[in-house]
């Protein structure tokens, strides 16, 4: 394929295509794992594709760059050897000390852990915002601020924001919107195609799909942004190895019938928990009576596999329920083919303990697989008593 032939096909064609040219020297149809460290110089400079030294660049890693870039619809896409990883280059490229972000009230613990705890220590400044609310967001901004870092669906609460009308924010104030598409994939929602200037990406979860691999991914808007990002991801060198290329490019070709299937068995489930009597409240953007729906329907193909809901009797009953659980399997990450069930106070959100970011400690977070639902909704029944 060509550099740009891939922009005239359908995201299931991309998918299995873009990036997966056939090995040239045997016609293999799954790019190779290049698992080199250096490569042959026809002379001094003499480089062979552009191919120095693996952590510059990899045959496979580009494969799958390539991939991603074809995915989000952006014009330079970045492997990295995991999302935090990737976070942290895309902070370090943007922000100096003195600069400001704001931040969502509802994020991924380990990025919360990033700002506080990490990025604060050079003198970057952070604000929170809910950023379902555009004026909110605007209000929580200032001079210096240089990033807006929204999450939607957002981890765990599940919120949703309006990509587009917050983008006008950043672009009003000459800031960058950044979205971490972790929970819906490229296949579900096009943050760029709203205005967004990067995508960020576990790739973990969803698009490796398979509880496999560790690997994060930056998707850039601008050329000239994806070459500044490429210049300091070689500079700190927490690249992606080829073999996790190799993984994460093989669970992308499944991406959109996981997706549809991950998204079925949730609404499903979305709407038995519902009607469960100890079921307080159910987070999923999918159900006509969550505040973000109007906006989930307009920016995403579907809902997604990511549910949370609260129980009655407090956080010794939400634990006990996670316990109970035997079909959902009960672990940190999300996004593969299995059901994991975990407590977000206790595993994934326990850094945030304390914080403007603190989540219930009733709450459970789902991810729904792409098992048979009615064995799904069977555990979760005794599951909950």
């Not at 870039?69 to 990883?85: D, H, K, V």
């Not at 919120?159 to 009308?165: F, M």
Request: overall charge negative.
């Amino acid at each position: 394929m060509s550099d740009h032939s891939h922009e005239l096909l359908n995201f299931e064609t991309r998918a299995i295509h873009a990036g997966n040219t056939a090995d040239p020297l045997t016609g293999a149809v799954v790019p190779p794992i290049y698992q080199v460290s250096t490569y042959k110089q026809d002379g001094v400079g003499g480089l062979r594709g552009g191919y120095e030294y693996s952590r510059s660049a990899n045959p496979t890693r580009t494969a799958l760059e390539e991939n991603l870039a074809a995915l989000e619809g952006g014009r330079r896409g970045l492997a990295f050897a995991s999302g935090l990883a990737a976070e942290d280059c895309l902070l370090r490229t943007l922000l100096v000390p003195g600069d400001h972000v704001v931040i969502p009230n509802d994020a991924y613990g380990g990025t919360f852990r990033l700002f506080a705890k990490v990025v604060a220590r050079w003198g970057v400044e952070w604000s929170v915002a809910d950023t379902s609310d555009p004026a909110a967001v605007r209000a929580a901004m200032n001079d210096r601020t240089k990033i807006i870092w929204v999450e939607t669906p957002s981890n765990p609460l599940l919120g949703i924001t309006d990509i587009a009308a917050v983008a006008d924010v950043a672009r009003s104030a000459g800031a960058k919107l950044v979205v971490d598409n972790t929970f819906a994939s490229p296949y579900l929602q096009q943050p760029l195609a709203l205005g967004a200037d990067v995508v960020v990406h576990s790739l973990t979860k969803y698009m490796g799909g398979h509880s496999d691999v560790v690997g994060g991914a930056l998707v850039t808007a601008d050329a000239a942004l994806g070459d500044e990002l490429a210049y300091h991801q070689n500079a700190m060198g927490a690249v992606a190895g080829p073999f996790d290329s190799w993984i994460v490019l093989r669970g992308i070709k499944t991406l959109a019938v996981r997706m549809d299937r991950h998204s079925r068995n949730a609404a499903r489930v979305a709407e038995m928990l519902t009607r469960h009597r100890k079921v307080t409240k159910v987070l999923y953007p999918g159900l006509p009576e969550h505040p973000g729906h109007e906006i989930a329907a307009k920016q995403m193909k579907d809902f997604g596999g990511m549910i949370s809901f609260q129980v009655a009797g407090g956080e010794e009953a939400a634990v006990a329920v996670c316990n109970r659980a035997q079909l959902f399997t009960l672990g940190e990450s999300l996004g593969g083919v299995e059901s994991l069930i975990e407590h977000p106070g206790r595993m994934t959100h326990a850094s945030v303990a304390g914080s403007l970011l603190e989540v219930p400690g009733d709450l459970v977070r789902l991810s729904v697989g792409i098992e048979n639902v009615d064995d799904l909704i069977a555990d979760l029944t005794q599951a909950l008593g």
